[in-house]
């Protein structure tokens, strides 16, 4: 490689590693209890237990449960219904118009059995404010945008990482801690050991952080391509005055899409329908193909079915990095495995910061000359770390 493009590659690895150290650390710090947040929950007895009925296979009407989430708040309407997967629970958000902001949204949780009230998802506390500091930092959507472009400063620094220090993984073995030199020779064979270790989960995770930050712009684009597209025919038309059976519009969505299962309801004028559309969202039963979801679309005022069609591949990418990039797939072995590499990545940003903290007397010049012959520090680089 010549002696420029090391150069490059060198200062790339150095600025972006340096501008998104920082932040990479809160967000390695602050993923990791968020790996386990269900199973805090559970040791913290913060999981509610649903009681027992005389018929646990029952299910009230959603019409129903609907009804009853409303009658608790006046003046307002239905924006979302969701469905829990491992408990018989009917989640209802509403909000005093069908475009209401988040801060004015509401959410509620019914037994689905019975149709009363349980206890909602519990979102403060301290998982609530690693969860929001993870993933806006509280600044909304500026910080969301903001710690996408860490996301991505983190990835380029993966990779010219990975370019300017191939010299000197050929001239140790794979694994290779030199223990008995100096101490900064010792941290950096640790940082690269680390860094190979973790380096495609570093790379999935920091990839699937960027795409989950432009998850409202992803959302748009869908809404103005392919949802416009589906509705094009009802285009102009208002909420209807009288919205139609909700339970009906979802029955009739199931009977489109045999052996799919819904997981949540839009109600017409939000975010992810249309004016005049209940957008029933179904997912499949395996551990891929239930993240993967397929909206129908219900004419809110006949309740007739519209169309269905599967997601177009960026928004199949938004739903798939979003439970990848907490490891929300394979259970509890998986989420082992993704904390035990968080833990590397840590490892691997601490001792990066160290070794430049060491290195900083010595010129670009001296350190490209080290990495072009492979390791073998230049008398400059000797001297400025004695």
């Given at each position: 490689m010549r002696r420029s493009t090391i150069r490059i590659w060198y200062l790339t690895h150095k600025w972006t590693s340096i501008l998104c150290t920082a932040f990479l650390l809160m967000l390695c710090i602050t993923g990791l209890p968020l790996i386990f947040e269900h199973e805090i929950e559970d040791l913290t007895g913060d999981a509610?237990?649903?009681?027992?009925?005389?018929?646990?296979?029952?299910?009230?009407?959603?019409?129903?449960?609907?009804?009853?989430?409303?009658?608790?708040?006046?003046?307002?309407?239905?924006?979302?219904?969701?469905?829990?997967?491992?408990?018989?629970?009917?989640?209802?958000?509403?909000?005093?118009?069908?475009?209401?902001?988040?801060?004015?949204?509401?959410l509620m949780s019914l037994d689905w059995r019975t149709g009363d009230f349980v206890p909602a998802p519990h979102e403060g506390g301290v998982m609530g404010f690693l969860l929001q500091l993870h993933t806006d930092m509280f600044l909304g959507l500026p910080g969301m945008l903001f710690l996408g472009a860490m996301g991505f400063l983190f990835f380029t620094a993966i990779v010219s990482g990975v370019v300017i220090y191939a010299p000197f993984m050929r001239k140790l073995d794979f694994g290779t801690v030199r223990v008995g030199r100096s101490k900064r020779l010792k941290w950096l064979d640790y940082h690269n050991l680390m860094g190979v270790v973790s380096l495609m989960w570093a790379s999935v995770v920091g990839l699937t952080g960027v795409i989950n930050t432009l998850s409202d712009q992803i959302t748009t684009l869908w809404q103005h391509d392919q949802l416009a597209e589906m509705?094009?025919?009802?285009?102009?038309?208002?909420?209807?005055?009288?919205?139609?059976?909700?339970?009906?519009?979802?029955?009739?969505?199931?009977?489109?899409?045999?052996?799919?299962r819904v997981q949540f309801v839009a109600f017409p004028g939000g975010t992810f329908s249309t004016q005049h559309h209940y957008a029933v969202f179904l997912q499949g039963n395996t551990a891929l193909t239930k993240k993967l979801l397929t909206p129908a679309l219900i004419d809110a005022e006949t309740g007739a079915f519209t169309a269905m069609r599967s997601m177009p591949w960026y928004m199949q990418a938004l739903l798939l990095s979003q439970p990848l990039h907490f490891g929300d797939y394979g259970g509890l072995p998986m989420k082992i495995l993704w904390a035990v590499l968080d833990i590397f990545t840590i490892v691997v940003l601490v001792s990066?910061?160290?070794?430049?903290?060491?290195?900083?007397?010595?010129?670009?010049?001296?350190?490209?000359?080290?990495?072009?012959?492979?390791?073998?520090?230049?008398?400059?680089?000797?001297?400025a770390q004695t």
């Open positions: 509610y237990v649903m009681p027992l009925v005389a018929d646990e296979g029952q299910r009230t009407s959603l019409d129903t449960v609907l009804a009853n989430a409303l009658a608790s708040r006046s003046r307002e309407v239905g924006l979302f219904m969701s469905f829990d997967e491992d408990r018989p629970v009917v989640n209802v958000t509403s909000g005093p118009a069908p475009d209401a902001p988040g801060g004015q949204m509401t509705t094009r025919e009802y285009e102009g038309m208002g909420i209807p005055a009288q919205l139609s059976s909700i339970q009906a519009a979802i029955d009739t969505a199931k009977a489109a899409a045999p052996g799919m990066g910061l160290y070794l430049w903290l060491g290195k900083r007397g010595t010129s670009v010049d001296a350190r490209v000359r080290e990495l072009e012959s492979g390791g073998r520090k230049s008398p400059e680089v000797a001297e």
